[in-house]
């Protein structure tokens, strides 16, 4: 419960649909940090009500018949603005006002009226209430609200409303804005002395302020529900105003954007390296098309016109500030000057601002998505289009440590083959975008009238300089005889070694050898026939049956 001799403060606050929009929120919450941190919080109660009706404003004097009542909205030289039962914009009659303060704000010992033009108002009301503080002119929303910071700062602080007063102007003063001369003070001598001065019931304590939620355990800060009141630093009453709940079109974007990384992760983890190939291309491809001339023009153009539409746009609002400033009469007429004839009518010159500012938010968007879409246009065409690397080859093919010649070279997964040169070489180009990282050769030759073919593995980054080493795969018998040169007389004993160590053997007494060597059938071999009473002869044999060699006795 709130101590007895504490002061309400009830804030009124009303922004019709259909009027300019006004920072009141702004205000409110200035006003209730600055007296929640003054020394003399304890003293004071804050309530607020928000969209105020006449039925609304009247329920509020009866229920709280508070000491100050602050009002913060719209104001023409007619009276001020509430809201109407639909939301529109509702112009009360000032003496049926004031005479709504006169019955029920007896214990009011003052009114604030932060609104423009509110001077006639505070005029009528000064009949009834002891101070009344209203304004001369159009004010704008940072001056209403430096005002009201200034004003209950040194309400908070202990001072005197004529105190108060000074201070909320020269808060406005402060702030370099040439608007402190608009608020008024309307005083009545006579109810003064009736009510006693409302810095008389604050307290003298110089202690310094608490933290502003000092005195509220986290269990109540955790039970404190919107549009609920609860105690803060002392004896304060705050009022949240109710939270607003999330909006489902905020909510489905959440989703929507969740669901997008999870598919992606899906992808990568269901596809493996090939996904991974394919982002690294695309990536790859988008880097090309942003580099492109045409994407390098867009970005230019870009750039010139977000400067165009901002400056536009800063124009518009500085138009809107001063417009504020205005009555709403002659709104519409002044905007007219300035920009020229408005095409559409029925609207007022706020909206016609905010509609145009509407557009060049779109222009701006529109200008990001359209070099959005052409670069992406330009990286799908780089993607489909892009030639892959190609990797050279270079490699030998070797049987028998001998060069092949004639043997078709093939890339296992890749179309082309490739013929070695008398010396085994050949020379590939292969793409790079295969999808393993080894490549995989057959090498395929003719052999006794049969085709023999021989598969082999290496990396793509190894395979710059390649030799494959084959064994042949037949097996064929050499044989025949040695004799004396001259003589025709068979040798026994001689011994015959084919290169390489393809094979070897000797001749018997009837100077014939027999053995087993690999190769081609009828393929000259190089071999040596040595015997000790013999002089050694280098020659050559072929894989036959029917080899006749002679050898010259040593002198």
Known sequence: MVKQGIKKILILAANPEDTTRLRLDKEVRDIDEGLRRSKNRDQFEIKQKWAVRIHDLRRALLDENPHIIHFCGHGEQAGIVLESEDGKAFLVDPDALGELFGILADNAACVVLNACYSEAQAEVMRQYIPYVIGMNAAIGDDAAIEFSIGFYDGIGGGQSIENAFRLGCNAIRLQNIPEHLTPVLKENPELKLKQPPIEQVQSDSLEPAPSPTKGIHSSQQANVRAGDSYQAGGDIIIQKPPVQPAKPEKMRTKLAAWLGIAAAIAVLITFG???????????????????????????????????????????????????????????LKALELEMGPIPKKGINAEQWL??????????????????????????????????PEIISIDGQVILDNSPLNNATVTVIGASGQWKTDPDGGFHLQIPSNLDSDSISLAVTFDAAFQKFRHDTTVHKNA?????????????????????????????EGAKIVLEGNRGSGSTDSAGYFHFSAKGKSYEAVDA????????????????????QISLRKKQ
């Not at 040596?528 to 080899?547: A, F, K, R, V």
């Open 528 to 547: 040596t026939i040595t015997h000790p009473n013999y002089q050694p002869l280098p020659g050559g044999l072929t894989i036959s049956t029917d080899n």
């Open 354 to 387: 905010r509609g145009r500012a509407q557009i060049f938010k779109l222009a701006r968007l529109g200008a990001l998505c359209i070099t959005a879409i052409i670069v992406l246009s330009l990286a799908v065409y780089y993607y489909l289009h892009a030639s």
């Open 273 to 331: 390296k090939p996904g991974m190939t394919f982002f690294k291309h695309a990536f790859e491809a988008l880097s090309a098309a942003a580099q492109h001339p045409l994407s390098v023009g867009l970005y230019v153009l870009l750039v010139v016109s977000w400067l165009v539409i901002s400056l536009r746009s800063k124009r518009h609002r500085t138009l809107l500030h001063h417009l504020e400033k205005l009555p709403e009469k002659d709104r």
């Open 463 to 491: 395979a710059k300089a390649l030799q494959i080493n084959l064994t042949s795969p037949l097996t064929h018998i050499i044989a025949g005889h040695v004799l004396e040169e001259g003589s025709g007389i068979p040798i």
